[in-house]
C-alpha cells in the first residue's frame, strides 16, 4: 500500500472540444526522457513539484525527443482532421494510490 508518484512528459493532440488523445504517454517516454537533454537542463528540479499537472510544454523550450514510428502515425491520423486546434509536448505529474483496493 502507499501513493505512488509519476513525473514524465506525454505528447497529446488537443481536439476542438478540449479532449486530449495522448500519442505517447510517460510509460512510453520514459527511457527517452531519461536520455534527453531536456531531462538533463530539468532533472534538478524534476521531482520539486508535488501538485498533479498537466501543462503543455513552451514551444521555446527543446523537447529533443523523438515519436516513434507507430507514435509518429497516430499523430499523422488525428492531425488530418479539422478537429484538433494543438499538438505537442505536455510536462504530466500524477498521483495513484493502493489505498482502499
Do not use: P
Amino acid at each position: 500500500m502507499g501513493i505512488y508518484f509519476d513525473h514524465g512528459i506525454e505528447y497529446h493532440v488537443v481536439q476542438s472540444s478540449g479532449r486530449h488523445v495522448c500519442i505517447a504517454n510517460t510509460q512510453q517516454t520514459d527511457a527517452r526522457l531519461l536520455a534527453s537533454k531536456f531531462y538533463e537542463r530539468h532533472k534538478d528540479s524534476w521531482f520539486k513539484n508535488t501538485g498533479s499537472q498537466c501543462v503543455k510544454i513552451d514551444q521555446s523550450e527543446i523537447v529533443d525527443i523523438d515519436l516513434t514510428k507507430n507514435e509518429q502515425n497516430a499523430l499523422n491520423a488525428l492531425t488530418t482532421t479539422s478537429d484538433n486546434i494543438m499538438h505537442g509536448w505536455y510536462d504530466v505529474i500524477t498521483f495513484s494510490d493502493t489505498y482502499g483496493l
